[in-house]
T-cell receptor, first 112, second 114 residues
């Protein structure tokens, strides 16, 4: 059973378009992280959200943690080819634990 | 930039052989994780160490997999005997518990068992 489901699984868009990736669960998480992974490399942390309803911005990326801390979204404005990669969410179910379970991933391709 | 170093980068071995993967975590990090990534299953947590003590290895097939931290600068993941279904990319990650800085992942070991 996958605790964290991401949608869509695959996304191919043109440069300049906006997109939103979703991370959903029936479980409550004490904190949630988003990573980006490029081919041949390990995931790289983008952001951590810990408070229900929290919104964080990282340049053209906006991350939101759901009010009930069961879901999260990642919105990219004016996507660029450099945004291409596998986007992963990861949640920790217990406060104080550092054990994160990863979602199924969204593979994004931005075409020039 | 501090980084997690994993060796070897690629490993091809025959079924039944022993495989050892090594990881040098970032100096000062007190947690180390081993993950396995496949197209079908995504990233699966295999083992989790805090201050070199194993906290959770419930994701690991115990009959053939073992994970250890002989010292603070080295973590190992061993498979004996290896099977074709073990083919995957194995990642080590380290972090500092009590912060939300997240994990730093290594570049992985791509294991192919033929």
């Amino acid at each position: 059973t996958q605790l964290l489901e991401q949608s869509p699984q695959f996304l191919s868009i043109q440069e300049g378009e906006n997109l939103t990736v979703y991370c959903n669960s029936s479980s409550v998480f004490s904190s949630l992280q988003w990573y980006r992974q490029e081919p041949g490399e390990g995931p790289v942390l983008l952001v951590t959200v810990v408070t229900g309803g929290e919104v964080k911005k990282l340049k053209r990326l906006t991350f939101q943690f759901g009010d009930a801390r069961k879901d999260s979204s990642l919105h990219i404005t004016a996507a660029q080819p450099g945004d291409t990669g596998l986007y992963l969410c990861a949640g920790a179910r217990t406060s104080g634990t550092y054990k994160y379970i990863f979602g199924t991933g969204t593979r994004l391709k931005v075409l020039a | 930039d501090a980084r997690v170093t994993q060796t070897p980068r690629d490993k091809v071995t025959e079924m039944g052989q022993e495989v050892t993967m090594r990881c040098q975590p970032i100096l000062g990090h007190n947690t180390v994780f081993w993950y396995r990534q496949t197209m079908m299953q995504g990233l699966e947590l295999l083992a989790y160490f805090r201050n070199r003590a194993p906290l959770d290895d419930s994701g690991m097939p115990k009959d053939r997999f073992s994970a250890e931290m002989p010292d603070a600068t080295l973590a190992t993941l061993k498979i004996q005997p290896s099977e074709p279904r073990d083919s995957a990319v194995y990642f080590c990650a380290s972090g500092l518990e009590g912060t939300y800085y997240g994990y730093t992942f290594g570049s992985g070991t791509r294991l192919t068992v033929v």
